[in-house]
């Protein structure tokens, strides 16, 4: 309990420290820019934001930069300051948003662009030194006012472009950036239609593999089929005298194993054409590229007759 206690106070002492800290920067940044020593003063609100963030510090810290002229950067903490105050509820959300509003057109924009048929690969970009993700290019970006420099780095070579942004313009920046290799491109269509073809080829095989296994299964109830006739045949003229009804037990026995057996081997011949069908579904409505054209024809159908089961088989690869 001690030690608990005493870690409360441990950090309820820094707590206040933090807070003390924060309000002597909150104060050394409204002298500071009461003296329009900006980049003191934005660095004192922000130092002050950080150890004890708020909506008033916030809305200091963007009022520095805008006063200085550096308008993303003071819209960009603007919107800072409105997303806490709405999660807070407070009355200033709606007066900050109209402050957004109205700074928001002066804002000037900056879009970095490569050619279409670019490689961004072996690419790296910064952006005034910091660094720019290569899936940003072609995306308008809020700056401030002012000549931005773009460095990039295309397979070791740096190449360095400065664009001058107007307060309220827009401006664009296209990077001189290598073309993608064309046998690159090829392989990776070759190895497209490559995997197409080989996906087409497997969902044919597992068509045709289900309709084979439908054939099988249509053969074993054919055989069994067959069997139980002949068992029932034979039970009916040895042990029933001719007559289904007059069966001994011996009679009786066999004649309702082969009935069991011939009701399975129904099912196994219903199920087996189930399977031929679900297969021929299968391989016929797979696509097909252009490569193939129309090189496979198939054609397989069961067919039963009065002395069992059979299927026909025909077509081309």
């Known amino acids: 309990m001690r030690v608990l206690v005493a870690g409360i106070v441990v950090c309820g002492l820094a707590g206040a420290a933090h807070a003390d800290r924060a309000d002597q920067l909150f104060k050394k940044g409204k002298k500071l820019l009461a003296e329009k020593r900006y980049p003191e003063a934005c660095t004192a609100f922000e130092e002050s934001d950080r150890l004890d963030p708020g909506i008033g510090t916030k809305l200091n810290v963007a009022r520095c930069y805008q006063e200085w002229g550096k308008l993303a950067t003071a819209w960009r903490w603007f919107s800072d300051a409105e997303q806490m105050a709405k999660e807070a509820k407070d009355d200033r959300a709606q007066k900050i948003h109209e402050i957004i509003e109205e700074l928001d057109a002066t804002v000037p924009r900056l879009t970095v662009k490569a050619p279409r048929d670019a490689s961004t690969s072996d690419v790296v970009i910064k952006l005034d030194g910091i660094p720019f993700d290569v899936s940003a290019l072609g995306i308008e970006r809020r700056v401030d006012p002012g000549p931005h420099q773009i460095d990039y780095t ?164």
């Open 154 to 317: 295309v397979k070791g070579a740096k190449q360095s472009k400065v664009i001058p942004v107007e307060r309220g313009g827009s401006s664009e920046v296209m990077l001189n950036l290598p073309k993608k290799s064309k046998t690159a491109d090829k392989l990776k269509v070759d190895s497209s239609v490559g995997a197409s073809e080989q996906s087409e080829q497997t969902r044919r095989l597992i068509g045709l593999g289900v309709s084979g296994g439908g054939v099988v299964a249509m053969g074993v109830a054919g055989v069994l089929t067959l069997r139980a006739r002949s068992d029932y045949k034979h039970a009916i003229s040895a042990h029933c005298r001719g007559v289904g009804d007059m069966c001994d037990a011996i009679g009786q026995t066999a004649t309702q194993s082969a009935r069991h057996r011939a009701n399975i081997a129904t099912v196994v011949t219903v199920s087996g054409l189930a399977m031929v069908g679900v297969g021929l579904f299968v391989y016929f409505t797979t696509p097909t590229t252009a490569s193939h054209g129309a090189e496979h024809a198939l054609y397989l159908a069961p067919s039963i007759g009065g002395d069992g089961t059979g299927v026909v088989l025909g077509g081309a690869f």
